[in-house]
Every structure is written in structure tokens, then in C-alpha cells.
């Protein structure tokens, strides 16, 4: 079945550092690939998302390219902020299907 | 525009009770998603609802069950509940995308 694999966390990073969270993904067919953020005691958003092979979703600073070739999915962000501090999902969705499949979250800290 | 509201946010039942959750998804979105979120399992898909049909299912026991009404509110149920269901239940609202908007929750904790 599918499955989403993402790096553990906790990540703690210095304002303004370079953010990477690996996300490799097992799924027949063209899924379509998710980044989910949740804050503190809040519910999930959408943080951005890719389609096919090569696109790159982006939003609020943060990226991440669909490689089929390697199955990932790496979010990436040149500078974080605390505000950014909050758990990541990695979630693909199969192709016909109508579920998410997450991995199991990443949680990153920024520090002043 | 409001976004997903459920409702209630925080429940507390026994063992072998049951319990009912609401959600009202984004006005004008007719497909609505539940998960299931536990520090064990992570986030794991219940069902998906669209017009009324349930599209797909998860793997979770026949305790769990759903339902959504014409004006697309959806609830689901959770029957002889187990001290394992203790979890933040989420609801997504969507256009026919599933899954775009979440609410915020409901926290339901078995005693």
C-alpha cells in the first residue's frame, strides 16, 4: 500500500538558518504530494502541493519539487522564522483515490 | 468566509459509551474527510463523504461510522468506545479536491 516516510524530528534551527525536512513516499501510480503544517492546538493547513512529475509547489517562503525518479517530496525554506515553529506533514494522495496517506509529522523549532 | 467548524472541541467519555462529532465544512464544499490523529499511529484516514456518499473508507473497526446530510454537515459516530480511540478527531472540507481545509479538531478522551 502506499506510505509516506519523513526524516524524525525534532529540528531546532537558529532564526534565519536554511530548513530541510526529507519526505520519501511508496505509492503505484502518480500520486499527488502534500505539505501540511500544524500549529500549536490548531488543526492542519495546507501548506502546498505537486501534481505531476518536476512541479514545484511553493508558499510562504517554502518549496518542495516532486522527483519521481528518487520518490521525494523535501520540503525546504532558505530562511526560518519562530514563527515558523510547528509539527510538518508529508502526505500523499493516490491517484482515483479520495484519502491522504501522512507520514508521521516533523516537528521544528526555531529559536529567537 | 468561516472556515470548518466542528464541534465539540473537547469531549470525555467511559469505556463502552458512545459518542457523536459534528463538523460543518466551508459553505459550498460538498466533500468532507475525518482522521483519526494519535501520538502512536499519526494521522490515519476514517472515511471521505461527497454528496452524501461515502467514497471511500479506512481501515477502522464497524464502531466507526459516518454520515453526511444535504446541506453537507457530516457526522460520525463512535460506538462501545475503547480507551484506544482516545485521538483529535479532524475534519477537512474540500471542492471535489479532498482534503484542503481542516477544522480544528475535536479531542476526545476515554476514561
Same mark, same amino acid.
Given at each position: 500500500?502506499?506510505?509516506?516516510?519523513?526524516?524524525?524530528?525534532?529540528?531546532?534551527?537558529?532564526?534565519?538558518?536554511?530548513?530541510?525536512?526529507?519526505?520519501?513516499?511508496?505509492?503505484?501510480?502518480?500520486?499527488?504530494? *502534500?505539505?501540511?503544517?500544524?500549529?500549536? @492546538?490548531?488543526?492542519?493547513?495546507?501548506?502546498? /502541493?505537486? &501534481? $505531476?512529475?518536476?512541479?514545484?509547489?511553493?508558499?510562504?517562503?517554502?518549496?518542495?519539487?516532486?522527483?519521481?525518479?528518487?520518490?521525494?517530496?523535501?520540503?525546504?525554506?532558505?530562511?526560518?522564522?519562530?514563527?515558523?515553529?510547528?509539527?510538518? *506533514?508529508?502526505?500523499?494522495?493516490?491517484? @482515483?483515490?479520495?484519502?491522504?496517506?501522512?507520514? /508521521?509529522? &516533523? $516537528?521544528?523549532?526555531?529559536?529567537? | 468566509?468561516?472556515?470548518?467548524?466542528?464541534?465539540?472541541?473537547?469531549?470525555?467519555?467511559?469505556?463502552?459509551?458512545?459518542?457523536?462529532?459534528?463538523?460543518?465544512?466551508?459553505?459550498?464544499?460538498?466533500?468532507?474527510?475525518?482522521?483519526?490523529?494519535?501520538?502512536?499511529?499519526?494521522?490515519?484516514?476514517?472515511?471521505?463523504?461527497?454528496?452524501?456518499?461515502?467514497?471511500?473508507?479506512?481501515?477502522?473497526?464497524?464502531?466507526?461510522?459516518?454520515?453526511?446530510?444535504?446541506?453537507?454537515?457530516?457526522?460520525?459516530?463512535?460506538?462501545?468506545?475503547?480507551?484506544?480511540?482516545?485521538?483529535?478527531?479532524?475534519?477537512?472540507?474540500?471542492?471535489?479536491?479532498?482534503?484542503?481545509?481542516?477544522?480544528?479538531?475535536?479531542?476526545?478522551?476515554?476514561?
Amino acid at each position: 500500500g502506499d506510505s509516506v516516510t519523513q526524516m524524525e524530528g525534532p529540528v531546532t534551527l537558529s532564526e534565519e538558518a536554511f530548513l530541510t525536512i526529507n519526505c520519501t513516499y511508496t505509492a503505484t501510480g502518480y500520486p499527488s504530494l *502534500f505539505w501540511y503544517v500544524q500549529y500549536p @492546538g490548531e488543526g492542519l493547513q495546507l501548506l502546498l /502541493k505537486a &501534481t $505531476k512529475a518536476d512541479d514545484k509547489g511553493s508558499n510562504k517562503g517554502f518549496e518542495a519539487t516532486y522527483r519521481k525518479e528518487t520518490t521525494s517530496f523535501h520540503l525546504e525554506k532558505g530562511s526560518v522564522q519562530v514563527s515558523d515553529s510547528a509539527v510538518y *506533514f508529508c502526505a500523499l494522495r493516490g491517484a @482515483g483515490s479520495y484519502q491522504l496517506t501522512f507520514g /508521521k509529522g &516533523t $516537528k521544528l523549532s526555531v529559536i529567537p | 468566509k468561516a472556515g470548518v467548524t466542528q464541534t465539540p472541541r473537547y469531549l470525555i467519555k467511559t469505556r463502552g459509551q458512545q459518542v457523536t462529532l459534528s463538523c460543518s465544512p466551508i459553505s459550498g464544499h460538498r466533500s468532507v474527510s475525518w482522521y483519526q490523529q494519535t501520538p502512536g499511529q499519526g494521522l490515519q484516514f476514517l472515511f471521505e463523504y461527497f454528496s452524501e456518499t461515502q467514497r471511500n473508507k479506512g481501515n477502522f473497526p464497524g464502531r466507526f461510522s459516518g454520515r453526511q446530510f444535504s446541506n453537507s454537515r457530516s457526522e460520525m459516530n463512535v460506538s462501545t468506545l475503547e480507551l484506544g480511540d482516545s485521538a483529535l478527531y479532524l475534519c477537512a472540507s474540500s471542492p471535489p479536491d479532498p482534503a484542503k481545509y481542516f477544522g480544528p479538531g475535536t479531542r476526545l478522551t476515554v476514561l
